[in-house]
């Protein structure tokens, strides 16, 4: 599993297809993340997740066994303003520690910062 996370628009999926060749990175969602070869949107996906009351750590377990080759795309959130509402905070914090979460499971983790990846793991 690949990891490529990095701010809103700063290259992730051009990124994604000009270093690993995959030009069909799509949305994730509960089809897309046990199937694609890549997927973004990820930190969108977490608030579906939770929306649903889905357990996430179980849900990238599940990621890692049935689509170990998949590479997901991730918007760093935790670097913006913290949100006033409580939903939205807690939303930000679950984002950050699953990401957390994904990079210690994933094989490589890429940081994007203006269209340049700097490999982290």
């Not at 290259?11 to 969602?29: S, T, W």
């Not at 996906?45 to 998949?70: Q, R």
Request: proline share 1%.
């Amino acid at each position: 599993m690949r990891f490529v996370i990095g701010g809103a628009d700063s290259g992730k999926r051009d990124f994604v297809r000009e270093n690993y060749g995959i030009d069909e990175i799509l949305i994730a969602d509960y089809d897309s993340v046990l199937t694609a070869k890549a997927v973004y949107g990820f930190h969108i996906f977490i608030k579906k997740l939770m929306a649903d009351g889905k357990d996430i750590v179980a849900v990238i377990d599940e990621i890692s066994e049935k689509n170990h080759d998949i590479t997901i795309v991730s918007t760093e959130i935790g670097y913006g303003v913290v949100p006033m509402d409580k939903g939205d905070r807690e939303w930000r914090e679950t984002v950050g520690r699953t990401c957390c979460y994904i990079a210690k499971k994933a094989d490589e983790v890429v940081r994007i910062v203006c269209g340049v990846g700097n490999r982290i793991k």
